[in-house]
């Protein structure tokens, strides 16, 4: 059984637009939810993390939505440029074990 | 500079043949990671080391064998290569295990013809 669903498989917004990337996973014993970007020939890197005690994480244009009791999470990107144009991967952790998402592939149109 | 050392970072095998990925990292880190990347699996653990202790495995076959000769290195030796195993893999290093980030290094893409 797949931990951690990403619902889109790929996401295309115009620039300046908000990019919305869901995620919803399984265990409730998950207490931590890194999202990692992935450009092309790179390896992921972490952009923003929530801890399961917080329902909102904001870091500049990124923000994380976070709802424990739906056991579900959102990242929105506002004011997408065509720099955000990668593979973002949601991931969910606990018991030093971490489960990623397929991913989403973001295109962002100039 | 890059922290995490992956080498090489392309590799061209022919099957049944073996081969060893090298990752170094210069974080300070204490637990190491080998993760699969494919069209089919997009990001795929396959094991995890701490203090050069093996931690976690859930690669079913045997023919992929880490290997830890220092703290900051772990190779991944795979034997009897198979089309099937063209992936990109990718070493990643995290403070300790309960630690929660992840630093992944750029890869090694392999093809197995």
């Known amino acids: 059984q797949q931990q951690v669903r990403q619902s889109s498989q790929s996401l295309t917004v115009w620039e300046g637009e908000t990019a919305i990337l869901n995620c919803s996973y399984e265990?409730?014993?998950?207490?931590?939810f890194p999202w990692y970007q992935q450009f092309p020939g790179e390896g992921p890197a972490l952009l923003i993390a929530i801890r399961s005690v917080s329902d909102k994480k904001e870091d500049g244009r990124f923000t994380i939505f976070f709802n424990k009791r739906e056991k579900n999470l959102s990242l929105h990107i506002k004011d997408s440029q065509p720099g955000d144009s990668a593979t973002y991967f949601c991931?969910?952790?606990?018991?030093?074990?971490?489960?990623f998402g397929d991913g989403t592939q973001l295109v962002v149109k100039p | 500079d890059p922290k995490i050392i992956q080498k090489p970072k392309y590799l061209v095998a022919v099957t049944g043949s073996e081969k060893i990925l090298i990752c170094e990292q210069y974080?300070?880190?204490?637990?190491m990671y080998w993760y699969r990347q494919s069209a089919k699996k997009p990001l795929e653990f396959m094991f995890s080391?701490?203090?050069?202790?093996?931690?976690d495995n859930q690669t079913a076959s045997s023919r992929f064998q880490p290997q830890s000769s220092k703290k900051n290195h772990l190779d991944l030796q795979i034997t009897a290569l198979k089309p099937d195993d063209s992936a990109t893999y990718f070493c990643?290093?995290?403070?300790?295990?309960?630690?929660?980030?992840?630093?992944f290094g750029a890869g090694t893409r392999l093809s197995v013809l």
């Open positions: 265990n409730s014993a998950f207490d931590y």
């Open positions: 990643a290093s995290s403070q300790d295990p309960s630690q929660n980030t992840l630093y």
């Open positions: 080391y701490s203090y050069q202790k093996l931690m």
């Open positions: 974080l300070g880190h204490n637990a």
């Open positions: 991931a969910a952790q606990g018991n030093n074990r971490i489960f």
